[in-house]
């Protein structure tokens, strides 16, 4: 399994930015799907999170710019960021919590290489 993070560049203040995270290999479902942010010289934090049954949870720093969704079809899920701001500039990293098999009961965490997001004039 594979996580791919795309969608990431440089943007001015105020403007909007989507990322994608596809997932790819042999895999059941994705249960959680997330993503994280590591500013610079900072500790990697979450930024949304979207279970399998529609739940999200927003960091505070976030709520009402950022939103996150997915695409069942095609594997995968995306982070809309609106109104970004120069605290925004991070590497964004995806995250999926997946199951791998119907017979397999648990979840297994895999990572995208992250992509970085840069909020600057």
């Known amino acids: 399994v594979q996580l791919q993070a795309s969608g990431g560049g440089l943007v001015q203040p105020g403007g909007n930015l989507t990322l994608s995270c596809a997932a790819s290999?042999?895999?059941?479902?994705?249960?959680?799907m997330s993503w994280y942010r590591q500013p610079p010289g900072k500790q990697r934090e979450l930024v949304a999170l979207?279970?399998?049954?529609?739940?999200?949870n927003y960091g505070n720093s976030v709520k009402g710019r950022f939103t996150i969704s997915r695409d069942n079809a095609k594997n995968t899920f995306s982070l809309q960021m609106r109104g970004l701001k120069p605290e925004d500039t991070a590497v964004y990293y995806c995250r999926g919590s997946i199951v791998l098999s119907s017979t397999t009961p648990g979840l297994t965490d895999y990572w995208g290489q992250g992509t970085q997001v840069t909020v600057s004039s």
């Open positions: 290999g042999r895999f059941y479902s994705i249960n959680i």
């Open positions: 979207l279970t399998s049954v529609g739940t999200t």
